[in-house]
Nanobody, 124 residues
Framework: QVQLVESGGGLVQAGGSLRLSCAASGRTFPPFTMGWFRQAPGKEREFVAA????????LYADSVKGRFTISRDNPKNTLYLQMNSLKPEDTAVYYC?????????????????WGQGTQVTVSS
């Protein structure tokens, strides 16, 4: 089992920045591929970004490409999402997830472990 706890969400004005963190515990952190997803009210959960255990491969949704950066610190068992140039449409609950697969993927079904989420609200 892997336990995931997100933090760093909050209220920010459009154009601002936030850094989300996801602390993992339980089963050894690597070699999981890790991802961030988000869910806005009334919408389905959607992929945001993913990173392989080595960090050499990343994948981003088109809507966040160039604004968000995913990274991980394996010795600290922590995943990050740096979010810059935030827009009101980025408002959502952001979830951290872990996949036992080796490849980077944006498919929700590939992720077996999920955190409880952290709220990000971007005001216009």
């Amino acid at each position: 089992q892997v336990q995931l706890v997100e933090s760093g969400g909050g209220l920010v004005q459009a154009g601002g920045s936030l850094r989300l963190s996801c602390a993992a515990s339980g089963r050894t952190f690597p070699p999981f591929t890790m991802g961030w997803f988000r869910q806005a009210p009334g919408k389905e959960r959607e992929f945001v970004a993913a990173i392989t255990w080595s960090g050499r491969s990343t994948l981003y949704a088109d809507s966040v490409k160039g604004r968000f950066t995913i990274s991980r610190d394996n010795p600290k068992n922590t995943l990050y999402l740096q979010m810059n140039s935030l827009k009101p449409e980025d408002t959502a609950v952001y979830y951290c997830a872990a996949s036992s697969g080796a490849r980077v993927t944006g498919s929700l079904g590939e992720y077996a472990y999920w955190g409880q989420g952290t709220q990000v609200t971007v005001s216009s």
